[in-house]
């Protein structure tokens, strides 16, 4: 059964290099580009058109909410779910003013890479002072540029709490202990909110789980995967 990967907000395949090697064991696995579209919908109607016919379907952060919408548009296709770093909240207020104030910029605004400020508060505090983790995510920003950043930056989330139920597919949920931008309630949201689902924690991570701790992201997929494949 293949797998499709769908990274975060200015992320790329590289994202999963680490996890991919033990994931492998599935079959192949397909990394979807989260760079086409305006809405999380023409996002996911781009990936779907270039997706293997049935697939698990794993997403990362931002790619939490695209996943959910390629579920909404194709659930036959959908085998099992797994949501790492996700929410099904919408924008709060706060970042709904901040996407208008990009709307409102021109189009040609220099696109300047992501901050180290803001790179580092995705991470572990243990884990902050990492220039390794700290440039590759950099390097993925600037892979991906300026035109890629205010389309996925202008993406509107919606509340989805109350349509959570839609799932019904096999569903893992993936929290990190120490994520400082999507929280374990919100994590704790969305196991509560799709019944059957498992939920794991893992520990000494914050945001960034494929980087971070992608040995223990790993096994926690392989046991979920496993204990399916068995029943």
């Known amino acids: 059964m293949p797998l499709l990967l769908i990274p975060g907000f200015m992320l790329d395949a590289d994202l999963w290099r680490d996890v991919e090697p033990a994931l492998a064991q599935w079959g192949p696995v397909v990394h979807a580009v989260a760079t086409e579209g305006d809405t999380l919908a023409e996002m996911a109607g781009h990936i779907l058109r270039d997706a293997p016919q049935t ?3 794993i997403g990362f952060s931002m790619g939490g909410y695209i996943a959910r919408e390629i579920f909404r548009q194709a659930p ?3 085998e099992a779910l797994i949501l790492i770093a996700t929410s099904a909240r919408g924008d709060s207020e706060v970042q709904a003013k901040r996407k208008q104030a990009l709307f409102s910029q021109p189009d040609g605004v220099t696109f300047r890479g992501l901050s ?3 790179v580092a508060s995705s991470l572990h505090p243990d884990n902050t002072g990492r220039s390794d ?3 590759r995510i ?3 920003g600037q892979r991906l540029g300026g035109p890629v950043f205010r389309r996925q930056s202008l993406l509107e ?3 989805e709490r109350q349509e959570l139920q839609m799932i019904t ?3 893992l949920v993936i929290s990190g202990d120490e994520d400082r931008l999507r929280s374990r309630e919100e994590a704790l949201e969305l196991h509560e909110g799709v019944s059957g689902s498992a939920f794991a924690v893992i520990e000494g991570t914050g945001h960034m789980i494929p980087l971070e701790e992608p040995e ?3 096994e926690v997929v392989n046991g979920w995967l496993g204990e399916r494949q068995r029943k």
């Open 55 to 57: 697939f698990t379907l």
């Open 76 to 78: 036959e296709r959908v």
């Open 116 to 118: 180290t400020a803001a």
């Open 133 to 135: 983790l700290i440039s």
């Open 138 to 140: 950099q390097e993925m």
């Open 157 to 159: 989330r919606r509340d």
């Open 169 to 171: 597919c096999p569903t």
């Open 216 to 218: 223990r992201l790993a």
